[in-house]
């Protein structure tokens, strides 16, 4: 694929290094992602020093939801932000903005969502280089409205959106992210139908390693992590990793009312890559 050119307090401090720091903003495709993004973007030829990641499943990008009794904060809201005030200026910013349709389930419209992936993009520096992954239009319009009924009920029990007028409210979205990303010069990316498989929404396990490494391919410049068609670093996901990465905890969120926390970093990779998660 070609990319078309168009926080609250932790206990620690990103590392103050000329590596770069990759950002990436998501929901479901994030966390199910999470070990393939890790292993990826710790690879020495992508550089990054600091990981921040804000994603979970049901995630939106203005508004606290709650899945299976486990609540987080709007993206707009969590600790990512604080923790992006204190990097070293010097340090190369990249960013991937992902799962952008979450909220039109949760009858958010569509100018309002793509206001907040604005609000977004303002709080990240200029110099920044981003990705913006457009909705996957090429497997929702073969959708059948009984397929997307089934989906909906696992995915989003409570929600009541119908399909037509979901159908809409995607090509509307769509227009405005392309539009945003051609008025602030940042990369737009359309995800092929073959990242996907019966969940039009959720990329295949298969297709992780590369799907990440397309994704950051796009913000990485000269020098940076290989296309997608490199995928040796699938070998390197265990089930440990998977385990392990699954499993790690975002500095606040709440579990059937009561608020919990992790101290940040929540992991530090053999080459010395911190995650940061919110």
Known sequence: MVVTKIPGPSSGRPIATPDSVLVVLGASNVARGLPWLVRTASEPSCGIAELLVAGGHGRSYGLGTR?????????????????????????????????????????????RLVSWVESCLERIPREARVTIVAPPLATLASLSSLRFQILRTLFFPTRRVGWIPLRAAMDQLAGGLRALACDRGVGLLDPPAHWYGLDPIHTRLAQQSRMWRCLLAGVAGAGGVGGEERDAVRADVTARDRWRFWTARPESWALLGTTMGRTQPCARLDGGMRLWMY
């Open 67 to 111: 899945v299976l009794g486990r609540s987080l904060p709007g993206i707009l809201e969590c600790g990512l932000w604080s923790c992006l005030e204190r990097l070293p200026n010097p340090a190369p910013i990249r960013v991937v903005l992902a799962d952008i349709g979450n909220d039109l389930m949760y009858g958010v419209p569509p100018d």
